[in-house]
């Protein structure tokens, strides 16, 4: 089965800096690559999302890259702000049975 | 809209209890999960189903019972309770396997 990791676990910047997640996936059968993001006690929510036919996306501040040769993708927070410091998850799935695998998540911390 | 709801938000359970925890969602979406979350472990995925009727295995179903006898509702069953279940536990919902719509969690614990 896919298997998703997430690199580093936790992650510091300074409000205004930049900020980069990356994933890795294992199965090349994999399309579709979607970013959640989970305030602290809140429920996971769609943030952004790429399909494997396109290389990158961007959404004002956000944007997910995708590399399918070497099989990862990356969000790419610009201008942090301290209202970013949450747990992103990125996840894959091949679409054909409609699973979503997600990696373990990825603490953001943004320093005022 | 409501969106996706569950119930309870918090439950202390005995180790050997049962108990069911409740997921219903007003989006008319075929697809619907759980998932549970333990902390650094990410979100794994315990059962899901694509429409009333049909359900299926996750990556870590031992220990859990679900049924979708209606579009609406999908609860996960949980017998002989452990403390290996102790975790927070998420519904959701989806038209297709993008943008899934999380309800708002179960805390659980096992003592």
């Known amino acids: 089965g896919e298997n998703v990791e997430q690199h580093p676990s936790t992650l510091s910047v300074q409000e205004g800096d930049s900020a980069v997640i990356k994933c890795t996936y294992s199965?090349?059968?994999?399309?579709?690559f979607p970013w959640y993001k989970q305030e602290l006690g809140k429920r996971p929510q769609l943030i952004i999302d790429?399909?494997?036919?396109?290389g990158e996306k961007k959404d004002q501040r956000i944007a997910v890259t995708l590399n399918k040769t070497a099989k990862h993708f990356s969000l790419h927070i610009t201008e942090t702000q301290p209202e970013d410091s949450a747990v992103y998850f990125c996840?894959?799935?091949?679409?054909?049975?409609?699973?979503?695998?997600f990696g373990k998540g990825i603490t953001l911390s943004v320093r005022p | 809209n409501a969106g996706v709801t569950q119930t309870p938000k918090f439950r202390i359970l005995k180790i050997g209890q049962s108990m069911t925890l409740q997921c219903t969602q007003d989006?008319?979406?075929?697809?619907m999960y759980w998932y549970r979350q333990d902390p650094g472990m990410g979100l794994k995925l315990i059962y899901y189903?694509?429409?009333?009727?049909?359900?299926d295995k996750g990556e870590v179903p031992n220990g859990y019972n679900v049924s979708r006898s209606t579009t609406e509702d999908f609860p996960l069953r949980l017998e002989l309770a452990a403390p290996s279940q102790t975790s927070v536990y998420f519904c959701?919902?989806?038209?297709?396997?993008?943008?899934?719509?999380f309800g708002s969690g179960t805390q659980l614990s096992v003592l």
């Open positions: 959701a919902s989806s038209y297709s396997v993008e943008k899934l719509f």
């Open positions: 989006m008319n979406h075929n697809y």
């Open positions: 199965d090349s059968a994999s399309n579709y």
């Open positions: 189903s694509v429409g009333a009727g049909i359900t």
């Open positions: 790429i399909r494997s036919n396109v």
């Open positions: 996840a894959a799935s091949s679409g054909a049975n409609s699973k979503l695998t």
